[in-house]
């Protein structure tokens, strides 16, 4: 993962947000990183596998969590 981020990605403060809470939205991670929703969309995108599992079920309002 190191190796595929820029210097001032947001990809690991996405991933600690991922462990400290039980759900994450995007508008609240986009929130707490200071970023826009976009772009946590598409921190998301590039987790991949590891992506965290949809919660929701929705398209609209999403959230996701570990389980």
Partial sequence: MADKCRSNSRLRELVNLFLSRPLVTVPLGAKLLKVTPKAVDLMLLQLGGAL????????????????
């Fill in 52 to 67: 965290p599992r949809e919660l929701t079920g929705r398209r609209r309002y999403r959230a996701w969590g570990i389980v």
